[in-house]
């Protein structure tokens, strides 16, 4: 059984987190975390804090003569712009944001406080887990791919293309999108949207090739793998819904 | 912490739940939790079974002179058609099921084994634990309410009502829906697809009203709002996607 | 994995308990369960309420043709003399019992609503899924076996006596002793401590034969062997101490 | 509700742990953090590292000017002898140690990858966490003292000193003993052991004052207090029993 726990703030000393269960005899590839986090900063449209951050994680613990041992791997990424402690209070809270939520929770005088944790910064270290996740699928032969279906208004039109196919496409892409035409929509209102002031939603689809069958179960609620997998991906910030298979579509 | 195990098959002696974490002192309203189970089984185009079916709650734990006393709740439902020793083996696993994973994972030489589990069935001891959770809401005046927004290609119309509205409305619908217009739409869909051996998929909304601020929390993934209520919706069988906010119009 | 949870109280309408993770194909013996009941029942200067308890399980759920099939096993005990509503209020908390911390932690104006649940009764359910952990630890030739080692200041001798001799000895003893002359001088003590209306403590000695090497691990503090165990026997009300190979010895 | 994981080896880049649910608004005294961990290096009779070893924890994250802001504590302590991948391996398992399990567990070559974590090193990290935890504590005036009662056959008398007492003699033991006579002894049969290659064991007393009523529950077996300190301290890797109250001294 794998877990984790992450720890970190936006602006604090770094983040990290302890991943528990992860099998001994694996290469720990940290070049590879490097490359999903430098994979996790290109973007066409992201803000400006995207080209300063140079993430690279270090692997702490958890392995010896670079394999894994058995014993939790603990992963830490500095912060390149730790400055959380001379950082401006936040006095009105940010509507769509767990801004005000939080001040109230934890009773605190200063949304600041709150932004620091929920923050899109966090998934830095979601990355880094990920990748170690990427690295153990690896030796299954288990792939993973995603690319982005939809910005705004703008659909991608992938229908006839294999997943491989779709991958390569999408990696190179600077929106992920693997249908170029639909891409050159999605930069113009993109940068329509910036001057707006405003920022767009958008879908994106995740495929998981060559999974065993029997992960997950359907004996006990808390244990069904859509439910762990909807789970994982809305406790990300910016996720309101997740699909399996064609759940939206029906919709 | 509220936590709960469910257990029970659909044609076995019964389904079972315990619920740790009730808090002391809530009155146990057994007519309330089998109100709601008969709320379960009625529905338009409901198959057979709902008819038969006539389930009674039996609060077997955790409570004294009708209240509870802070120790386990122990929930259990008799079935009326016992009779899983008796039925034939299914062979042929059916697609869209949990049928082939099941067979495989716990290498059962039969999927009779796996869908009496992996059964719209186990919903009934749910709906059961679900009433015990909204007897603890009433306390604090916190309301659940839910309504069909769509089935098959017929939305249902309910802008500029209030939410108290749309559930007095929904509540006397066979179809759970506050557009009779629609429902009527909804209900010759439903027949056609009958006739042709078909269902349809749709959508519901789920509000829950004057909940306090500050459930759940940003501070670490398995434990954000977002993620554990769509864990817990995707881990009923038929759900296919969660969306909270506008996350699926956005999509 | 395997884990539970229970429900119930003492003079309640039951004892519940919900079993996760027990494997598929299992023969669901229910005489050994009762027999493990009955086991519990007996002993030198138990109470009188263990003459009339009479524990006879129900295999409520996870079974079928006698057999589990993966899904969650629900156990069923009906308590013979179910009064809970009917028994008077408990005033002044007894020392040594969970009377005045639960009367305090759950707001209750009445301990009995405490010592309904903290009570030694739900031992009947605990044993009941114990016996069930037994089924399955007989599948792999692991042997479980206990014997009282002390009781007051009387220490039985076992000195050169292998584990299964011990057991059959402790098996037929109403002690579960299995040094005769120590017995004597064990029921002696009882006697006099009855008269007394006092209670007196003792040791057992439980040894778990042919496990596998492996279970637990020392990779994060939760997941130690030594520490589950702990946690499992501590949460035996009467139990006061644990101790792994020569721990006490060596104290 | 507080929960925490470590990671990290005993040569390895050094140890983290990530502590969840610490609230808002604490000072977090690293100074105080630091003590602990001189604290657990004192100690008469310990290996040659203990002199080499002067941890310091630095907190990376879960504050914000000094004070926690309600987002997880992760603490990082470097090794100054990070030097595990020059080691060189342990083909022969030492007894009394995870070596011979966890090579077997693990599939691993080589009882050195066991080692590294299974080792009283971890208690490096765990002091760390345990120093948050007396933080906390401090907020609510709870107290913990911990004293050494006996090493070998040499028992400490303290019968008729109250907890303060106590706690101030011992805290300026080299062995943490409030008794010096005792003491001295103590100190002649540990080098007497020393000399033979030997050691020894002992016992600790540890009280925790103060405390509220109604921490832990009856509830159920996983969340009852006995059982959760004893799951605590078990995990440590020298300690082979636990008593609460006169556990011990009873049996």
Known sequence: MLRYMTAGESHGK????VLDGVPAGLKMDEEFINKELTRRMVGYGRGGRMKIERDKVEVVTGIRGGF???SPVGLLIRNKDHKIDKLPDVKCPRPGHAD??????YALGDARDVLERASAR???IKVAVGAVAKLIFKEFGIDVMSHVTAIGNVEAE??????DEIKKIAEVSDLRCADKNAAKSMRKIIDNAKICGDTLGGTIEIAVLEIPPGLGTYAQWDRRLDGRIARAV???PAVKAVSIGK???CA
């Open 122 to 124: 966090e998934t830095a």
């Open 14 to 17: 770094g983040l990290m987190a």
């Open 100 to 105: 005000l939520a939080g001040v109230q929770k």
């Open 158 to 163: 992938t229908d006839g293309l294999f997943f």
């Open 247 to 249: 759940g939206i579509e």
């Open 234 to 236: 809305m406790a990300i």
């Open 68 to 70: 894994t041992i058995g």
